[in-house]
């Protein structure tokens, strides 16, 4: 069973995209389907670096009443 995706459209320079087609040609993938891999491996690693800083402010006490 695949999940249901979203379509997100983007605009990369030119010089992006051509480095995206030759990684996706190396890794025998569709260009779309390598960048929206290579786009959630971003947004999780950007996602776990703000969920380790929140951590660490809730810990020295400097979170919101209910730690927000």
């Known amino acids: 069973m ?3 995706k979203k379509s997100v459209h983007v ?3 030119e010089d ?4 995206l087609k030759i990684l996706s040609a190396f ?3 569709d260009v779309a389907e390598h960048a ?3 786009l959630e491996k971003a947004i999780m690693g ?3 670096v703000v969920s ?3 951590e660490r402010a ?4 400097l979170a919101g009443i209910d730690g927000e």
């Open 11 to 13: 605009r990369i320079p």
């Open 16 to 19: 992006m995209l051509s480095r």
């Open 2 to 4: 695949s999940l249901e």
């Open 52 to 54: 380790v800083q929140l």
């Open 58 to 61: 809730r810990r020295l006490g």
């Open 46 to 48: 950007e996602y776990h």
């Open 36 to 38: 929206a891999y290579l």
């Open 27 to 29: 890794e025998n993938n």
